[in-house]
């Protein structure tokens, strides 16, 4: 079966002051690479627009509402020490959740084997109720939830290998015994969260931190020994990923030091996870990734290694 591919230009409508990290270049140097001749099997596909029905399966409607109707018609509104709306961001996010759904709706319907949603802005520091981390609404929560009410998935594991800890998806899922929420990511570093000590209300949340200037065995060894097993014990019917890009040596806002290599193994071994218990189904989406040129590299490795499952 085939992978698919959604982005919309919406995405890069949501404007940031000039010298921002989460920039719209980020989009065009993944739309750029995964232009190459390699990827002419992708299904392209447009990210639909978003529902508030769809956002409110993780967040409340009062919060939704809120930050809707505080987009601005010029200029910046500043939600966060870091995070800023423009006139294009509603939309932005919005399309990042209609991508992230309509991406589960095709992959749990087997239309396709997987799927990856290049959106922006990124999701996973979005909290129940609190915009940051340039978050708005958790793409990847939201997909999951998804999956389990449009779609009767008991279990979604939730993997995500962004170099900062998840903590709107840890926030979200802290409770629930159906989402198994893992983590591999730098500490100490923004948001402050993500120790190992952290398991969740009802140990399904896994986090493997690591240090500064870590590479790749370290990054493998915790996708070995704490990741793997914990999705092999949990057994998902759907893996969602919440692939950042930023624990790349090359990224300017950590100190991790993976390779593009890194993350197709890190692909391909829950690829092989989502074969043995979840009919290969897995629904990826963007997060972070602040070097261009890192960013480009790694998605294009990364999508790869969707293809070739």
């Known amino acids: 079966m085939t992978t698919l591919l959604f982005t919309h230009p919406a995405s890069r409508a949501h404007a940031m002051p000039a010298g921002h990290p989460e920039c719209a270049d980020r989009i065009k140097a993944v739309e750029q690479a995964l232009e190459a001749e390699r990827f002419?099997?992708?299904i392209r596909l447009e990210a639909p627009l978003g529902t508030l029905?769809?956002?409110v399966l993780c967040h409340p409607?009062?919060?939704?509402?809120?930050?809707?109707a505080s987009a601005p018609a010029a200029g910046f509104v500043q939600v966060d020490a870091d995070t800023l709306m423009s006139p294009g961001t509603i939309?932005?996010?919005?399309?990042g959740v209609g991508g992230a759904v309509a991406a589960v709706d095709e992959v749990m319907a087997g239309k396709a084997r997987n799927a990856f949603v290049a959106m922006r802005p990124p999701g996973h520091h979005a909290e129940r109720e609190h915009a940051m981390g340039f978050c708005f609404f958790n793409h990847a929560a939201i997909a999951a939830r998804h999956a389990q009410t449009a779609h009767g998935a008991e279990r979604v594991a939730i993997?995500?290998?962004?170099?900062?800890?998840?903590?709107?998806t840890q926030d979200i899922f802290w409770d629930d015994a159906s989402v198994l929420y893992a983590s591999v990511h730098e500490m100490p570093l923004y948001p402050g969260t993500g120790a190992a000590s952290e398991r969740g209300a009802q140990g399904t949340i896994v986090n493997a931190p690591l240090r500064a200037g870590d590479g790749s065995d370290e990054f493998r060894e915790a996708f070995e020994t704490a990741i793997l097993p914990r999705i092999d014990a949990f057994r998902p019917d759907l893996v969602v990923i919440s692939a950042g890009f930023d624990a790349h040596w090359r990224d300017p806002l950590a100190d991790l030091n993976l390779r593009e290599a890194d993350f197709a193994w890190a692909t391909s071994r829950l690829m092989e996870a989502?074969?043995?218990?979840?009919?290969?189904?897995?629904v990826s989406v963007?997060?972070?990734g602040y070097d261009l040129d890192a960013l480009a590299k790694s998605t294009a490795a990364h999508v790869s290694a969707l293809m070739e499952g």
Do not use: F, K, M, P
């Open 274 to 282: 989502a074969d043995r218990h979840a009919g290969g189904r897995i």
């Open 286 to 288: 963007l997060e972070g």
């Open 159 to 168: 993997v995500d290998w962004d170099v900062h800890h998840g903590n709107g």
């Open 91 to 95: 939309e932005a996010a919005l399309r």
């Open 40 to 42: 002419a099997a992708l």
């Open 53 to 55: 029905d769809q956002v």
């Open 61 to 68: 409607a009062s919060y939704a509402q809120a930050l809707i």
